[in-house]
C-alpha cells in the first residue's frame, strides 16, 4: 500500500510537470503540406501518401515546342516540334530527326495502319504522310492556314482546320468536308465508340456524325476546348481559356503570328531560342466529363493554369497543363487528383498512351519529350516545407505513418536552423535512424526543422508516407517582467490613472499616499505559470526588501502608512518554477521608480497681514516634506472655495509663497487650505482685524 502510495504520488508529479512542459509536435499530414515541399522522383498520389513516381526519361530536348507526338504499334513514339515543322522518332533511347516537312509547324500527328506517319502542319495546311523511311508527301492540301488536329475512325482520317474558320474534313486526296464549324479554331478532335468529336474556340464540343450532321454535347464557360479524350461512351473535355472574353482567340492568333515571324526570319544560331515571357493566366481551367444523353460533371479544376492535353490511361485520365505546368492523374469521376510530375517547361502539349504501358509527354518552352513508366523511378527524394516550433526546441524523434513491402526502403534525414529559410547558418543533414515507424533524433536545437524522405524500390513497388511528425521540447526561456504601476487601491475598474515611472527619469516621480495597488506586466515566452516576488526600497537604502512572497497575481495593495515618507523603487521578480522541474526554472526581474510616497500634509506658515486700503493681503509660505503643492484654496468668511495660485504663478515646488487678497472690507475669517500632489492636505485660520 504504501509503495502504491509513492508510485501515485510519482505519476501526479510527473502529470503536473507533463500539463506545464508541453512537448510540441509539427510536421504534415495532407495534401496541402506535402504540396508545399520539394518533388524529385516522387509525387503526393491520392491518398496524400508521397510515392515514387513514373521512371522518366528525357528523349527530345533543344527545341522550343515539342507540340504532338503519336506511338506506333512497334513502341516507336514521334514528336512533332513548332517552330521548324520537324518530326523526330524514338525507339529506344534519343529521338532522331525522322522527317522535315518545310512547314512553320507540326501540330497533330497519327500513326497510320500500314505504319506510316500522318502529320498535320501550318502554315500551309497541308497533311503529309511519312513513310517508314522518312520520306514525306502531300496526303491532302486543305488550302486552310492550320491542321490542328487529327483523328482517325472506322473510314480513315479526319483532319480538324484553323486560322479563320473551324472545319473537319476527311483526308485523302480528294478531302471532304465534313462539318463546317462556327468556330475560327477546331483545335482538338476525337473518336470513341464510332462517335466523332470536335473543340473549337467557342468553347463548344460536337458531336459528328456524317448521316446526321453535328450538334453540340456541351459548351463551357471558359470558351476554349483544347483537347478531347474518348473513353468508351464517355469524353473528356479540357478547357484552356486565357483570360478575358476572347482573349483565347488573340492567344491562338499570337502563336501564329509567332510562327510567321519565325518562317520568315530564321534563327541566326542553330538550336532553340529564348522563349517569350513567361506568360499568365487569370482564370480557373477545367475538365470536364461529359457522358451519354449529354451530363457533364466537372472532374478537375486549375486556377491559373490551362488544360493542353489529355490522355485516358487505364481508369484514370492525365491531364497535361500550362501555367502550374505539369502532369496530373484524375480519377475518372472527379473523386482524387494527383500531380505526379513537375516540370521547368512552361506547357505540356499533348501526352500520348503507348501500348506496351506509360505514356509519353510533349512540352514546350523549353521544348522536350519525356518518356514515362510503366515502372516506377528506383528512387526519389521529398524535401518538406521548413516547419516551426515558437521558440528554439530540443527535436526528440521523428514518427511516420505509411509501409514500405518488400523489395522497398524508407529513409529520412533532418537538418535543423534558427532562420526561417536554410542557409549556410543551418545544420548539416543528419540521417535519422528509422525503427519501425519511429526515428530517434540528435541534433542541434533550433526553432526550425526540416526533414527530408528518401523512397527507393528494387520491385515495381513503392513505399508511401502519409504522415511525419517530428516531437520536441521547447528550450526554458526566461519570463519577463515588462512594467510596474502604483496608484490608489480603489482603482480597481482603471477609471482612475495609474502611474509608472523608471529610474531614468526622476524629475517626475508620482506622488502616492495612503493604501495602493501595486501592479505589473509579465509574460512567459514557453507560456508557464508564473509567481512572483514584490521587493521595495527608499533612496537611501542599498538593498531591497522582500514586501511579498510567492504571489500569483499580478497585483498587490500596500498600505504605505507604514513607511515614512521618500522616494520608493519597486523591484518585480518572475519565476516559472511552478511549471518546471527543481533546478530547470528560470526568472526574469524589472526594477521601476521612483514613486513619492507622501502621507504627511503640507504646512502652512505663519500668515502675515497687511493692508492695502481696504482690501487685506495675507501672505503664507506653504511647504510640504515630500512632495510638490498642487493647489492652494481660500474661503472668506465660510464663503465658497477659491483657487489661488502661487506669487510666481505656477505649483512647482515642494515650497510656495501664496498671497491671498480679500476685497470684502468686512470680512472677518479667512480659511487656506493647501494640498500636495499625493492628495494630503493642510489649513490655516486667519482672523482679520476690523478698521476703525
Known amino acids: 500500500?504504501?509503495?502504491?502510495?509513492?508510485?501515485?504520488?510519482?505519476?501526479?508529479?510527473?502529470?503536473?510537470?507533463?500539463?506545464?512542459v508541453e512537448t510540441i509536435t509539427v510536421g504534415d499530414s495532407s495534401a496541402k503540406d506535402f504540396l508545399e515541399g520539394e518533388f524529385e522522383g516522387v509525387y503526393v498520389d491520392e491518398g496524400a501518401q508521397v510515392v515514387l513516381a513514373p521512371r522518366s526519361s528525357e528523349v527530345l530536348s533543344g527545341v522550343d515546342h515539342a507540340w504532338c507526338a503519336a506511338a506506333g504499334a512497334d513502341g516507336a513514339v514521334y514528336i512533332g516540334t513548332v517552330p521548324g515543322g520537324v518530326v523526330y522518332r524514338a525507339a529506344g533511347g534519343e529521338a532522331e530527326v525522322f522527317c522535315e516537312t518545310g512547314e512553320a509547324g507540326v501540330f497533330a500527328l497519327a500513326v497510320l495502319d500500314d505504319g506510316s506517319v500522318a502529320a498535320a502542319t501550318g502554315s500551309g495546311g497541308k497533311v503529309f504522310r511519312i513513310s517508314s523511311g522518312g520520306e514525306a508527301e502531300v496526303l491532302a492540301d486543305l488550302e486552310e492556314p492550320y491542321v490542328f488536329a487529327l483523328a482517325r475512325d472506322s473510314e480513315g482520317l479526319l483532319g480538324a482546320t484553323g486560322g479563320g474558320e473551324g472545319r473537319v474534313y476527311r483526308l485523302g486526296a480528294e478531302s471532304e468536308l465534313v462539318y463546317d464549324s462556327p468556330a475560327s479554331h477546331i483545335l482538338s478532335l476525337a473518336v470513341g465508340d464510332g462517335r466523332i468529336f470536335a473543340g473549337g474556340d467557342n468553347g463548344s464540343v460536337y458531336e459528328i456524325s456524317p448521316v446526321e450532321g453535328a450538334r453540340v454535347l456541351f459548351t463551357a464557360s471558359q470558351g476554349v476546348i483544347q483537347d478531347l479524350a474518348p473513353a468508351g461512351e464517355t469524353v473528356f473535355a479540357g478547357t484552356a481559356a486565357i483570360a478575358e472574353p476572347k482573349a483565347e482567340q488573340q492567344a491562338v492568333r499570337s502563336i501564329i503570328g509567332e510562327l510567321k515571324a519565325r518562317q520568315a526570319e530564321p534563327p541566326l544560331a542553330p538550336g532553340a531560342q529564348p522563349p517569350p515571357a513567361k506568360r499568365e493566366y487569370k482564370v480557373a481551367n477545367s475538365v470536364y466529363r461529359i457522358d451519354p444523353g449529354g451530363r457533364v460533371r466537372e472532374v478537375f479544376k486549375i486556377q491559373g493554369g490551362l488544360v493542353l492535353a489529355l490522355a485516358v490511361q487505364e481508369e484514370r485520365v492525365l491531364a497535361g497543363t500550362a501555367g502550374e505546368a505539369g502532369i496530373y492523374s484524375l480519377?475518372?469521376?472527379?473523386?482524387?487528383?494527383?500531380?505526379?510530375?513537375?516540370?521547368?517547361?512552361?506547357?505540356?502539349?499533348?501526352?500520348?498512351?503507348?501500348?506496351?504501358?506509360?505514356?509519353?509527354?510533349?512540352?514546350?518552352?523549353?521544348?522536350?519529350?519525356?518518356?514515362?513508366?510503366p515502372d516506377r523511378a528506383s528512387g526519389g527524394d521529398f524535401t518538406a516545407r521548413v516547419l516551426s516550433g515558437e521558440h528554439v526546441t530540443r527535436w526528440s524523434a521523428l514518427e511516420w505513418e505509411g509501409r514500405a513491402p518488400a523489395g522497398t526502403k524508407v529513409s529520412f534525414e533532418v537538418r535543423t536552423g534558427n532562420s526561417p529559410t536554410p542557409d549556410d547558418t543551418w545544420s548539416e543533414w543528419f540521417a535519422a535512424a528509422v525503427e519501425g515507424p519511429r526515428a530517434p533524433l540528435e541534433v542541434p536545437p533550433s526553432r526550425f526543422i526540416q526533414y527530408r524522405i528518401h523512397l527507393a524500390t528494387a520491385s515495381s513497388?513503392?513505399?508511401?508516407?502519409?504522415?511525419?511528425?517530428?516531437?520536441?521540447?521547447?528550450?526554458?526561456?526566461?519570463?519577463?517582467?515588462?512594467?510596474?504601476?502604483?496608484?490608489?487601491?480603489?482603482?480597481?475598474?482603471?477609471?482612475?490613472?495609474?502611474n509608472s515611472k523608471n529610474d531614468e527619469n526622476e524629475t517626475a516621480a508620482p506622488e502616492l499616499s495612503g493604501k495602493i495597488k501595486i501592479s505589473w506586466k509579465a509574460s512567459d515566452p514557453n507560456k508557464d505559470d508564473l509567481e512572483f516576488q514584490l521587493h521595495f526600497r527608499d533612496a537611501s537604502m542599498p538593498d531591497f526588501i522582500v514586501l511579498e512572497e510567492d504571489l500569483s497575481e499580478k497585483e498587490f495593495e500596500w498600505d504605505t502608512t507604514r513607511v515614512p515618507d521618500g522616494k520608493y523603487y519597486f523591484r518585480v521578480a518572475a519565476s516559472d518554477a511552478p511549471a518546471n522541474p527543481a533546478g530547470t526554472e528560470?526568472?526574469?526581474?524589472?526594477?521601476?521608480?521612483?514613486?513619492?510616497?507622501?502621507?504627511?500634509?503640507?504646512?502652512?506658515?505663519?500668515?502675515?497681514?497687511s493692508r492695502r486700503g481696504a482690501a487685506a493681503l495675507i501672505?503664507?509660505?506653504?511647504?510640504?516634506?515630500?512632495?510638490?503643492?498642487?493647489?492652494?484654496?481660500?474661503?472668506?468668511?465660510?464663503g465658497r472655495w477659491r483657487p489661488v495660485f502661487p506669487v510666481d504663478g505656477i505649483f512647482d515646488s515642494p515650497r510656495e509663497r501664496i498671497t491671498v487678497k480679500v476685497e470684502k472690507a468686512d470680512a472677518r475669517i479667512v480659511m487656506l487650505r493647501v494640498s500636495d500632489r499625493a492628495g494630503n492636505t493642510g489649513a490655516v485660520r486667519v482672523i482679520l482685524e476690523m478698521e476703525e
Open 461 to 498: 513497388l513503392t513505399a508511401r508516407v502519409g504522415r511525419v511528425e517530428i516531437r520536441g521540447l521547447p528550450v526554458n526561456l526566461a519570463p519577463q517582467v515588462k512594467e510596474i504601476t502604483a496608484g490608489p487601491a480603489e482603482n480597481n475598474d482603471g477609471s482612475r490613472p495609474s
Open 331 to 373: 480519377a475518372a469521376d472527379g473523386a482524387d487528383e494527383a500531380r505526379i510530375h513537375r516540370t521547368d517547361s512552361e506547357e505540356v502539349h499533348d501526352i500520348v498512351v503507348l501500348p506496351g504501358g506509360g505514356f509519353l509527354a510533349a512540352m514546350g518552352m523549353p521544348g522536350k519529350a519525356v518518356l514515362f513508366g
Open 586 to 609: 528560470l526568472s526574469g526581474a524589472r526594477v521601476e521608480g521612483p514613486f513619492v510616497i507622501d502621507n504627511t500634509a503640507p504646512l502652512p506658515g505663519e500668515p502675515e497681514v
Open 619 to 638: 501672505t503664507v509660505e506653504a511647504s510640504d516634506a515630500a512632495s510638490p503643492l498642487a493647489e492652494a484654496l481660500y474661503s472668506v468668511d465660510g
Open 1 to 20: 500500500m504504501k509503495t502504491c502510495s509513492a508510485a501515485l504520488a510519482g505519476v501526479l508529479i510527473l502529470a503536473a510537470w507533463a500539463a506545464a
